[in-house]
């Protein structure tokens, strides 16, 4: 059974960092991109940031770029999101997620990723 297990998340003030982990029960953690996805109340899902398979490309959404990066360790099965000077409409469920995938591109829709963590919550105070 695949899970994905998210910790890291908490309270911080704006202009704060944070990182978030997540663990992953995947056996062959290494054919897997990894992405990072986060859900505000009321908004819908959205794309954080991913990673491919081997941590050479990474891939982020506008609103994070030059504040998150993304970066996985194969041999630990866990891939991490440094977030740095955070802003209040960061606040989310922050989710991880995993994709099996042969290919070269990061995908941005959660829809082609296979397994989801519970997530964790990141809430930032203005």
């Known amino acids: 059974q695949v899970q994905l297990v998210e910790s890291g998340g908490g309270l911080v003030q704006a202009g704060g960092s944070l990182r978030l982990s997540c663990a992953a029960s995947l056996r062959t953690f290494s054919s897997y991109h990894m992405g990072w996805f986060r859900q505000a109340p009321g908004k819908e899902r959205e794309f954080v940031a991913g990673?491919?398979?081997?941590?050479?490309?990474?891939y982020y959404a506008d609103s994070v770029k030059g504040r998150f990066t993304i970066s996985r360790d194969n041999a630990k099965n866990t891939v991490y999101l440094q977030m740095n000077t955070l802003k209040p409409e960061d606040t989310a469920v922050y989710y991880c997620a995993a994709r099996s995938s042969a290919g070269l591109t990061i995908a941005t829709m959660g829809a082609l990723y296979a397994h989801w963590g519970q997530g964790t919550q990141v809430t930032v105070s203005s």
């Open positions: 990673i491919s398979r081997s941590g050479r490309s990474t």
